[in-house]
């Protein structure tokens, strides 16, 4: 079993930025995948960014494109979300999650984060 935990998340004003963390432990051999999905509220969960933990390839939403960045330390099992240039539509509660394979779907991520909110007022 897996454990994620989110941190980082809070209220900042459009224009900020947040870094989110999220700390793997538990049987952190058998995911390949991380990423991190989120959702606001009346909205299904959507895909954000992932980072393949072998190799380092990432990929992301075209709507974070060139403001969020997703890295990783895998001394530390621990994954990144850096998210600047914030916007108000950036809101949502947002979610680690750890797969077995290179995916933008949320059913292919098997463990999950509780979720940290993030706010971005206007």
């Known amino acids: 079993q897996v454990q994620l935990v989110e941190s980082g998340g809070g209220l900042v004003q459009a224009g900020g930025s947040l870094r989110l963390s999220c700390a793997a432990s538990g049987r952190t051999f058998s995911f390949v995948v991380m990423g991190w999905f989120r959702q606001a509220p009346g909205k299904e969960r959507e895909f954000v960014a992932a980072?393949?933990?072998?190799?380092?390839?990432?990929y992301s939403a075209d709507s974070v494109k060139g403001r969020f960045t997703i890295s990783r330390n895998n001394a530390k099992n621990t994954m990144y979300l850096q998210m600047n240039s914030l916007k108000p539509e950036d809101t949502a509660v947002y979610y680690c999650?750890?797969?077995?394979?290179?995916?933008?779907?949320?059913?292919?991520?098997?463990?999950w984060g509780q979720g940290t909110q993030v706010t971005v007022s206007s």
């Open positions: 999650a750890a797969g077995t394979r290179g995916s933008r779907a949320s059913a292919d991520f098997g463990s």
């Open positions: 980072i393949d933990l072998r190799i380092g390839t990432t």
